[in-house]
């Protein structure tokens, strides 16, 4: 198992258990004393759980880690900090304009 793939499942992880404590079952109370007070939107989580599956089928078809845009390597550091990018560093910025 690759170093990304770690970090997309925990990333899974973490999205469905505060899933649980949106839905206030299975989790002891308490035991997540950080938990916000008003939780993100339900849809929030979607997004995130859809891009993190996006990103585990690039990676059964290969295709992780390359940019959907322009093709070249995403760089290791961005996909470090960001598993689930789909675009380089410059095709990013290029979106946010
Ligand atoms: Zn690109």
């Known amino acids: 198992m690759n ?3 770690e ?3 925990s990333e899974l992880e973490r999205i469905e258990n505060e899933r649980k404590i949106l839905a206030g ?3 002891p ?3 997540y004393p950080e938990a916000p007070e008003v939780p ?3 849809d929030d989580y979607d997004r995130a ?3 993190v599956q996006a990103a585990l089928e690039r990676m059964e078809k290969g295709t992780y ?5 322009c093709g070249k390597a995403i760089a290791p550091a961005r996909l470090r900090v960001l598993p689930t990018a789909a675009l380089c560093l410059d095709c990013a910025e290029e979106e946010e304009e």
């Open 29 to 31: 109370a308490g035991a």
């Open 7 to 9: 970090k997309l499942l």
């Open 65 to 69: 880690g390359i940019c959907l845009k």
């Open 49 to 51: 759980e859809a891009e």
């Open 25 to 27: 079952t299975d989790v």
């Open 3 to 5: 170093e990304y793939k």
């Open 40 to 42: 993100p939107i339900e």
